[in-house]
């Protein structure tokens, strides 16, 4: 290993970010800066860094100067919050089940619910393939000439878990809307923009996350 072209011994001090680095021939990259945005993500976009079958993915709706990553997932009809960054230590206390945070959707449904289908639902249910969901908060937020709006607190990360929930119950979703992760809010965000999570967002989501 060599510091800015010299021979390294036992207690040279270097800075990754000012020295030349080399560790057999080649550079040490220095540390790259943390980084978090939240953006929107439209229906027909996939919740990943990697492209599959053509869809385009939320990396590519945003520009940042170091690679990103979504935190968790959202169903490729799924609309609403997404969190991307190179911070992995957050983004595993954010999806992790065992850390139990929040994940905040709106459910747009072809029909009321009844008072016995949400109480199901808000107590968990088994799935197809016999996955059982646990404990939900659910509520009937406002109807529409398009439908019901559900609200949906869940604390659970599986795949389509709202989806194949309410077709269990015998109820269709027509629009999944995604507007909380934790303590951070989708807000005003249109679909397919983005902005930089701002200090004070985290601030509260690190005292959330590191109770």
Do not use: F
Request: aromatic share 4%.
């Amino acid at each position: 290993m060599t510091v800015n072209g010299e021979r390294a011994v036992i207690g040279v001090r270097a800075d990754p970010e000012a020295d030349v680095i080399l560790v057999d021939g080649h550079r040490l990259n220095p540390a790259q800066p943390l980084t978090y945005i939240l953006l929107h993500k439209p229906a027909g976009v996939l919740c990943s860094a990697r492209s599959q079958g053509g869809w385009p993915t939320v990396t590519e709706l945003v520009e940042a100067p170091v690679r990103l990553y979504p935190v968790g997932r959202l169903d490729l009809d799924s609309e609403g919050l997404v969190l991307l960054t190179n911070d992995g230590e957050l983004a595993n206390r954010l999806t992790h089940p065992s850390w139990g945070h929040e994940k905040e959707y709106r459910v747009l449904l072809d029909q009321v619910p009844s008072e016995d289908q949400l109480r199901q639902w808000s107590e968990g249910l088994t799935l197809p393939g016999s996955r059982r969901t646990g404990p939900a908060k659910v509520w009937l937020e406002d109807k529409t000439i398009k439908g019901p709006w559900l609200r949906v607190v869940l604390t659970q990360g599986m795949k389509r878990q709202i989806r194949e929930t309410a077709e269990t119950l015998g109820l269709r979703v027509k629009r999944i809307v995604r507007i909380r992760i934790g303590t951070l809010l989708l807000g005003d965000l249109d679909p397919g923009t983005w902005r930089v999570v701002t200090d004070r967002e985290m601030i509260l989501l690190r005292s959330a996350i590191e109770r």
